[in-house]
């Protein structure tokens, strides 16, 4: 685990940002499951401003790694605000999105999305291998769409599970366990005061803790990195940072 703390969410969206664009500049396909929420819009509007013509998108393909199930013109689509911060200020072809269409059945629509992972990405010990998967921490350790209500659905064997968030009891889409583990490299990115209680806890348990779905993201690479700001690391132990 390596953790990168900095002054603000402005600072975290900066330098995420840059290393981005330097883990996406290869000479192969780069494929990237996006997250939604405040830290990550910021990071598409800097990806976009600053980094719009340095990127070669035709190269890098993106995914989600949850949506809510709403239709993709509904103000609190992941998809939708991915499209209105990123997405319309790039030139990456239609056919490098790939959407969880969240206005469809949301088992069916689980089951057609796990086949997209399996068809569009390499494979690596049976599971389908993302090359970055950028993850958000809510305030309550989940990660993904994965709740603790519903912390089975970490192992499960599916690639994909509908979810049910705990006090709205809206449905969502969410990739599992394995498919986040198996990923060649993980990130979350985690700022504000409301979230240091989990952050601590998750990251001075050095992963013993299993309450939280966030605790259980461990890479088969080894490869996590937590990009956080002052506010989110205030109650990390001194010997962890």
């Not at 049976?126 to 970490?154: C, K, N, R, Y």
Request: contains cysteine.
């Amino acid at each position: 685990m390596e953790l990168k703390i900095y002054q603000d969410k402005s600072e975290v969206a900066q330098e995420f940002s840059n290393y981005f664009a330097e883990k996406a500049n290869g000479d192969e396909a780069f494929h990237v499951a996006l997250s939604g929420g405040s830290t990550p819009k910021i990071v598409f509007d800097v990806l976009a401003k600053e980094f719009g013509t340095h990127i070669d998108w035709k190269l890098v393909h993106f995914y989600w790694g949850d949506e809510r199930c709403v239709l993709p013109t509904d103000d609190e689509s992941n998809y939708k605000m991915t499209v209105e911060h990123l997405l319309s200020k790039i030139d990456i072809p239609e056919e490098n999105i790939h959407r969880i269409k969240g206005e469809d059945d949301p088992a069916e629509e689980a089951v057609r999305y796990a086949q997209v992972l399996k068809q569009e990405l390499p494979a690596k010990n049976g599971f389908p291998q993302f090359d970055l998967v950028i993850l958000g921490m809510g305030d309550d350790g989940h990660t993904a769409s994965i709740f603790p209500h519903e912390i089975e659905l970490w192992e499960a064997e599916s690639l994909c599970a509908v979810a049910v968030h705990p006090d709205s009891g809206q449905k969502r889409i969410t990739i599992t366990g394995n498919v986040i583990n198996h990923s060649k490299t993980v990130v979350f990115l985690v700022t504000g005061a409301s979230k240091e209680e989990k952050v601590g806890e998750i990251i001075n348990s050095e992963g013993s803790c299993s309450t939280y779905p966030a605790n259980l993201v461990a890479p088969t690479s080894g490869d996590l990195l937590w990009f956080l700001d002052k506010a989110a690391a205030a109650k990390i132990t001194e010997g962890q940072v």
